[in-house]
Each structure stands twice: as structure tokens, then as C-alpha cells.
């Protein structure tokens, strides 16, 4: 089947099975709650009857703070909160991730390119134990030489797994390539060669200058009330006040004939993806753009898929796409595994032409099955206390309104095929294409 | 705790009426019977914007007479791609409405499970109901179901956990349905097969008096009201269980991978205390990322991936290590070093920490609709549906409280003695694998 007649056939077998409204439009959930305590906005997602309680703590300490010679000390600082020993009973201060463990929890950060984010979860019943022990490492990191040498540890140890992730390496390349500002495409961990340059002092002074109340945003969902009252505001206003500002290092963008990023690692078989432009969560092509993404996630997953099975298969799985709205820029990525299929070239040149065909062909016939595959795929993604968590963030910073489930799901609603259409046209134009081979492979290969 | 093996999922089409899903309801657990035979158990939280449907049966992968491995797979799977009345299968269904259709064949039980769209639950449980209920398997349902089994099963091969499940499970029973692989490995075993067998085991091991409907995430009762078919009051089948081999041996195996495997015969899901146990000792040292032996092999950098869990089944359960990646006789001494320090009791502050985290992983494990929706469904049909994880605060929970060291170290050294391995050997060298 030629890809025109596929794309045709893709579009018309959904006309005569339409949703008599669309899909999403007559559900609503509860609206996050956002309010304001003492300058630090609070976003409340509150179900008492929830195991668990999730916290995001948002802060303007992230990849842009850095200058390029600062590659990793965003992650650096972070990880050392982590690492900081926090004293709780009788025994020995021991770091906080394995406190807030021992106490029935986890935490983590993501460095993003303008913020770092922590992320602590806790039984309902530890959750304020834990949000005091996370809220004492805060405000009084250990710079000391050891819990420093243990971060950066720490951090070469993720890097090293992270290499070996080949749909990790191409993203960094392609977050490099299309970040305006250099030091915000930095890797976000930095490098194993860029942490050994770093220093306590260049840790201390880093946290000491962007681990401030200004911008801070606090997010959590799941049982609140069994956090002490003031919990989720102390967490952040514990911090000195103060804004801070990014770090600007302009580049120009590059100039290339090529926009083909090449690079080799230790794995087994290639990874092929493309990066587009993606409009933001308060855009108005935010919808269509989620419309767009399943219906190219689902076109890609078809083609690839062995005929005449219905279960995932390693093929259908060796293909996908991605809008990637939680991060700035936002993005609409493309990928191949060259693992899981059997001419890894074919595929993702197939996927490529589909772009391009959206782009620039008028759709026919309906959408409402793409509607619908945008719709459960956005409720579907927000089903964890940190994923909920984060999209409230999310959206409470981009658009002022927190309420992302509902907001959502009626911007694809309300999605029309002459927005799929504009939006294809707009963003879907030249990409950025990142190939992860294996080492003593190349791409004629 | 529950397996997981997804054995088959997705696409797309259709729409008809809608359901608005009322907000504000407190999350809760209900059970009852349905309209027309068979029972559910739904844990509503209107707080999340999707809906996880399952219909769990107990059904015997190899037929009632255990002679045909592959025929409640492909049951499973030809009831949810046949056209229902309105022309569409179940699986068109459930894509059109923006959801994912998952089908777990399991030795003794048979779930079927789809997320969707809160809007979309009454269509769905409609649907699903209908598929298997009042199943109508016709020959190109069949083909399209083993066709699907002839291709999972070869990827099947490449997965080292699947595959070590399947050989350990054969040395340690010795009769009935856990003998058999769920997935046959062989093409003729599925072929052979005919399409009056797949109906007629449809229709025994699907009808609702054998089932339980799960409902989890933005679902009230109102979702109960779509169900439309079913064939009346009647009795569950009794659990399903097989037959222990009187002295079960290790085997050496070949295959298309490397790896190697470890199992325990466990307690049965009754002794709640003991299984309980059993799932600490799994979480506490084969937790991806937080295990003992797992970080303990990631700081060594061991090319080792080991999984560990306790398959809680009715009677008895199965504690099972599976090992990849190469290096698994060095891992598989890591394992049984870690057993041998746990044969006696923790430090107290120690395993209180351990049950803490513990306790904090069956809460992140159990938060999703459709995490939920699984649980309480597998628990329900091997038998003990109170003790299903992800009821807050409920019997699983409680039993995790009552453990202590002492309580542990008595389990360890009662189960977790001299294990059944399977050595299993690539026909083909790989790479990098395997040196001892």
C-alpha cells in the first residue's frame, strides 16, 4: 500500500463511526486548587482517601542559572540536597534520600532548562516526617567535601546508565540543538568530565544564589489533609527571599546544511529521531497539537505493526511519537528503534513522509478517532500523584489556570480538522534528526 | 502481588452514548453481584480523569482437560476481536474510544482489561460484557487470535523472564494447568486447535457467574448499569490450582536467549501473613533500583539483570528469580547469599525502615486506575478479594504491618531453602553473556 492510500484509508475508515459528541467534552473533574501564601503559589489536588502524598517543589535553579563552564552544577546542587545527612531519632544523620526511604517515601529531581524540580512522595501517614526532613536538607545543605564527592558520585553513576540509553543520548543532542540559549540545552546532569571540575564552593555559591523564594511554585496531590497545616508553604518559604535571573548565552543557531545530528555509543542497534517544534500548553494550537501527535503516534505504530495482529508487538513498539508540552521549548518528537524492527531506515523515512504528507495535504474525512486517541492518552498520562502534580505546575505557570485535565480535554475537544491542518503546517516543517548508532557503524550502514 | 504479562492491547474506532461521570464522590470500594450473574468490585476516585474496566475469569490455559495449551489464549483473545451486534469488536471498541485493551492469560485465570476515557466506561463495559458474556467466536476470530498468539509467542522467546516462568512453573507442577505454558511455544499447538473448541471453552469459562467485573478510577455505579448480557445466577468455578511434582529437579533448557532461574514453592494465598511476607522479602531485594541484591549488583556494575517477585496464587504461590543479562551464576549466588542473611532475623531498626519502604511501594504500585482495576481483580479470582493491594488501609496493608523480623526470618528458612533452577542457553551464543 503506497503511504498516500494508507494515509487516505486511515482518514476515511473513520467516517461513519463518529462519537455523536466529542470525546472528552461531557467529563470534567475536580479543578486543581491554587492559591497564594506569601508569594508562593500553592497548587492542591486533594483526595483523602489517597494512600499517598505527592509534593513538587519548583524552583528558578535550573539549566539557565548555569554558565557553560557551570555544565552540571544545577544537577550538582540538587543532588547534594539528596545527599545531605538529616538526623531523625536516636540514630546516625543519614542522607536524605535514604531517610526519606526509611520513613516510607522516595524523592527525586529533573533539572529542566529553567527550573529544578524535586518530587517527594510519602505514606499518608509519614508525609509531614518526610516533608520536615526534605524541608531541613533544603534550607541547610552539607557542602562538605564528602557529601559533594557522594553527589557527584551519584550523578556519574545516572550519566553512565543514561548513556546507555539511546533514545536518552539522541534527546540531549536535539535539546542542545534547539535551545536558544546554550547553557539551557546543556546535558542535565552535566558530564563525568564537567562535574570533576566543580568544587563545594562552586556548589555552595550556585545554591546560596538561586535557591531563593522568588518564582518558587509548590504543587501536591493526593491525601492533604494529612499533612500538618503550613507544610507546603514552609517548604519553599524556608528559602531566602529574591528573584533571580538566568544566565544568557546566546548562540547562534546553527547553520548547517545538514540538520542531522550523528553520534555513536555502546549499544546494539540504532536509534533514529526527529525533533519538531511544539507549540505551549497556553498556545491555541496546543489541542490540535495533541490531536496531531495521536494521530501520527498512531499511523506510525500501524505501519509498523506485523499485519494482522492486534497485540503490541516488539514492531508497534519500535516506533513512536511524543509531544513533549512539559518542557520549554515544547516539542512533537518522532523515533525509531532499530532494535525492534527489522529495516529501521524504512521506518523512520516512512514516518518522516507521513509528517510531510500532513503538512502539506488537506485532511479528509474525520478526526474524532484521533480525538479520542488524544483524549485517553492525555487522561491516561496524568493518572500518578506525580504526574498530576507536575501538569498542575505545568499549567499554573504557563496559563495562570492549574487545571490541565479539564482544559485538556476540552482543547481537543473543540480541536477542528482545519486546526489539525494549520498546526501541521506550522510546526511540521524541517526537522532536526538525531542518529544514536553503535559504536563501528555508520550511516550508510 | 499480581504478574504482569501483557499478552495483548490496541487500536481503534466507534462512539455512541455518553456518560457524564459525576465529580465529588469519595474514593471507596464496593462489591456486589451483577444484573445477571457474576460479581464486581469497583474502587472509584473521581479525582483522575480515566476508567480502568476488567473482567477477570477462572479459566485453565490448557482446557478443562489440560490438553490443549493455548486455548484459553486464544479464547481470550478471539472473544474480544469478534464483532459484537454492532458490527465492531470489542478491540475496535475500546481504540475508537481512546483506550488500550489489554488481555492476561494467566495458567488458572483469564483477565481482560481496558483504560479509557472516563466518558467512555459505560460503552466499554458494555462492550466487554457482551464479548464475553455472550461470546460469538467465528473462524476469522480465531484466525486473528492465533495469528496473535504465533507472534507473541516468538517474541516471548527473546524475554528471559517469561520464558524462565514457564520452565520453572513445568519442573515444579507436576499436573494441571500451571504445567503448561499460557503461551505455546509451539506453532501446531495452536493450529491444531479448532474454532467449536475456542467457542466452546468461550462459553464455559467466559460466562458471568465465572466472572468478576473491576472497576477502577472516574466510575460510580452507574457504569454497573451497562451491563446488558450475561447467563444468569449461577456459582464461580473453584479456584484452579495444579498439582505439585513430588520431588521436583533443576533442568538445563535451550532457547533463543540466555538465563537463568530460581523458584521456591510458596504459601498458599490464604496464609495472608506468609504471602505477605514473601512479597517483602521480594521488594526488599529485587525492587528495581532500591533491592538489596539490585543495587548491590549495579554498584559491583554486574551485567546481571535480576527480577524477583512471589506470583501470589490461590494454592500454592510460586516465590521465582529470574536472571539476564549474563554473569548469572555470579548473580545467582548474590541471591541466595542475600536468602541466607535474611534466614535470620533483621536488625529491628533496619527492617522497620525495609517495611516502611516496603509499605510505600505497594501504595505507589496500586495508584492507578489501572493498577487498581488488576489488583483487585486478580485477587478476587484466586480467591481472597479483601486482600487485594491498593485497598487502603485494607488486608494486604495490615498484614504488612503484623510482620516483624523474627516472622520473616521463620518464612525465609520455611520457603526459601533449596531452590529449582533452570538453566536456560542460548542455541546461539550471545554476545557478552554468560561467563560465569
Same mark, same amino acid.
Given at each position: 500500500m503506497t503511504l498516500a492510500r494508507l494515509l487516505s484509508a486511515a482518514l476515511v475508515c473513520t467516517v461513519g463511526a463518529l462519537p455523536l459528541v466529542s470525546p472528552g467534552a461531557e467529563m470534567s473533574v475536580p479543578s486543581p486548587s491554587l492559591q497564594n501564601d506569601g508569594g508562593i503559589p500553592i497548587v492542591s489536588q486533594a483526595d483523602a482517601s489517597a494512600a499517598l502524598v505527592g509534593v513538587v517543589l519548583v524552583l528558578h535553579a535550573g539549566l539557565d542559572r548555569q554558565s557553560l563552564r557551570d555544565n552540571g552544577l544545577a544537577a550538582l546542587a540538587a543532588q547534594t540536597i539528596l545527599r545531605t545527612p538529616v538526623k531523625q531519632g536516636e540514630g546516625p544523620a543519614i542522607p536524605l534520600e535514604d531517610a526519606v526511604a526509611a520513613r516510607g517515601g522516595s524523592i527525586r529531581f529533573t533539572v529542566d532548562p529553567d527550573d529544578v524540580r524535586f518530587y517527594v512522595e510519602a505514606l499518608a501517614g509519614n508525609a509531614s516526617a518526610v516533608a520536615a526532613l526534605f524541608q531541613s536538607a533544603l534550607t541547610a545543605p552539607d557542602f562538605s567535601p564528602a557529601t559533594v564527592r557522594s553527589a557527584r558520585e551519584a550523578l556519574g553513576r545516572r550519566i553512565a546508565q543514561n548513556q546507555q540509553v539511546a533514545l536518552q543520548v539522541g534527546l540531549d543532542m536535539l535539546k542542545a540543538a534547539s535551545s536558544t540559549q546554550a547553557n539551557a540545552g546543556l546535558p542535565e546532569l552535566g558530564t563525568t568530565t564537567s562535574l570533576a571540575q566543580l568544587v563545594p564552593s562552586d556548589v555552595r555559591t550556585f545554591y546560596a544564589t538561586y535557591y531563593r523564594r522568588g518564582g518558587a511554585l509548590v504543587s501536591a496531590a493526593g491525601n492533604l489533609d494529612a499533612l500538618a497545616p503550613g507544610t507546603l508553604a514552609a517548604l519553599a518559604a524556608a528559602l531566602p527571599a529574591g528573584e533571580t535571573s538566568a544566565v544568557h548565552v546566546h548562540v547562534p543557531p546553527l547553520a548547517g546544511t545538514t540538520r542531522e545530528i550523528v553520534t555513536h555509543r555502546d549499544i546494539s542497534s540504532p536509534w533514529l529521531i526527529a525533533q519538531y517544534p511544539g507549540p505551549s500548553v497556553n498556545s491555541r494550537d496546543f489541542g490540535p497539537m495533541l490531536v496531531l501527535a495521536a494521530f501520527v503516534r498512531r499511523t506510525l505504530s500501524d505501519i509498523a505493526q506485523v499485519p494482522g495482529v492486534v497485540s503490541p508487538t516488539f514492531a508497534s513498539r519500535s516506533v513512536g511519537a511524543v509531544y513533549d508540552y512539559d518542557r520549554a521549548p515544547a516539542s512533537l518528537l518522532l523515533y525509531v528503534n532499530g532494535g525492534l524492527i527489522g529495516d529501521p531506515s524504512r521506518a523512520f523515512a516512512t514516518a518522516l513522509s507521513v509528517v510531510n504528507v500532513l503538512a502539506a495535504t488537506r485532511l479528509q474525512g474525520s478526526i474524532e478517532d484521533f480525538k479520542a486517541e488524544a483524549a485517553g492518552d492525555f487522561a491516561g498520562s496524568a493518572t500518578t500523584l506525580e504526574t498530576r502534580a507536575w501538569l498542575a505546575a505545568v499549567f499554573a505557570r504557563q496559563s495562570a489556570s492549574p487545571d490541565f485535565v479539564n482544559r485538556g480535554l476540552a482543547a481537543i475537544a473543540a480541536t477542528t480538522p482545519d486546526d489539525v491542518q494549520r498546526v501541521a503546517r506550522t510546526y511540521l516543517g524541517n526537522p532536526t534528526i538525531a542518529l544514536v548508532l553503535p559504536r563501528g557503524t555508520n550511516l550508510q550502514d | 502481588m499480581t504478574p504482569v504479562r501483557t499478552i495483548a492491547a490496541a487500536m481503534l474506532v466507534l462512539a455512541s452514548s455518553l456518560f457524564v461521570a459525576p465529580a465529588g464522590a469519595a474514593t471507596e470500594r464496593t462489591t456486589g453481584a451483577l444484573p445477571r450473574g457474576g460479581s464486581y468490585v469497583m474502587l472509584a476516585d473521581p479525582t483522575v480523569a480515566s476508567a480502568a474496566v476488567g473482567l477477570w475469569f477462572r479459566a485453565p490455559g490448557a482446557g478443562y482437560d489440560n490438553a490443549t495449551p493455548g486455548l484459553s489464549n486464544l479464547a481470550a483473545t478471539a472473544a474480544a476481536v469478534a464483532p459484537l451486534a454492532s458490527g465492531k469488536s470489542l478491540y475496535t471498541l475500546v481504540h475508537s474510544a481512546g483506550g488500550d485493551l489489554t488481555i492476561e492469560v494467566y495458567a488458572d485465570i483469564v483477565g481482560i482489561g481496558a483504560v479509557v476515557p472516563a466518558s467512555a466506561v459505560r460503552r466499554v463495559v458494555a462492550a466487554m460484557t457482551a464479548a464475553y458474556f455472550a461470546p460469538s467466536v467465528d473462524d476469522g476470530a480465531v484466525r486473528t487470535a492465533r495469528a496473535n498468539a504465533a507472534v507473541l509467542g516468538v517474541q516471548q522467546r527473546y524475554d528471559p523472564d517469561a520464558t524462565l516462568h514457564d520452565l520453572l512453573f513445568k519442573q515444579i507442577f507436576a499436573g494441571g494447568p500451571a504445567r503448561y505454558p499460557p503461551l505455546p511455544t509451539s506453532v501446531s499447538d495452536l493450529t491444531s486447535i479448532t474454532t467449536p473448541q475456542v467457542a466452546d471453552f468461550a462459553k464455559r469459562a467466559f460466562r458471568s457467574a465465572n466472572a468478576v467485573l473491576t472497576l477502577a478510577g472516574n466510575v460510580d455505579g452507574s457504569s454497573l448499569s451497562a451491563v446488558t448480557d450475561g447467563s444468569g445466577p449461577g456459582n464461580m468455578d473453584a479456584p484452579i490450582d495444579s498439582t505439585l511434582a513430588p520431588s521436583p529437579a533443576s533442568a538445563t533448557a535451550s532457547g533463543a536467549i540466555d538465563g537463568l532461574g530460581l523458584a521456591w514453592v510458596g504459601p498458599p494465598i490464604g496464609d495472608q501473613k506468609a504471602a505477605t511476607a514473601l512479597d517483602f522479602v521480594a521488594d526488599y531485594l529485587f525492587r528495581d533500583r532500591t533491592g538489596l541484591v539490585t543495587r548491590s549488583l549495579d554498584r559491583a556494575g554486574s551485567a546481571s539483570l535480576v527480577t524477583g517477585q512471589f506470583v501470589t496464587l490461590h494454592d500454592p504461590g510460586v516465590m521465582l528469580v529470574t536472571i539476564g543479562g549474563g554473569r548469572a551464576k555470579q548473580a545467582e549466588q548474590s541471591v541466595l547469599d542475600a536468602l541466607a542473611l535474611l534466614a535470620q532475623p533483621m536488625d529491628a531498626h533496619a527492617f522497620e525502615a525495609a517495611r516502611e519502604a516496603f509499605l510505600y511501594h505497594v501504595a505507589s504500585d496500586t495508584q492507578t486506575p489501572q493498577q487498581q482495576a488488576d489488583n483487585l481483580g486478580w485477587y478476587a479470582v484466586e480467591g &481472597? $478479594?479483601?486482600? &487485594? $493491594?491498593?485497598?487502603?488501609?485494607g488486608a494486604y496493608v495490615q498484614a504488612a504491618r503484623s510482620l516483624d523480623p523474627e516472622y520473616v526470618a521463620q518464612i525465609v528458612r520455611r520457603y526459601l531453602q533449596k531452590p529449582i533452577v533452570v538453566d536456560l542457553i542460548a542455541l546461539t551464543p550471545q554476545k557478552g553473556s554468560s561467563t560465569p
Open positions: - | &481472597a $478479594p479483601d486482600y &487485594a $493491594p491498593g485497598i487502603v488501609n
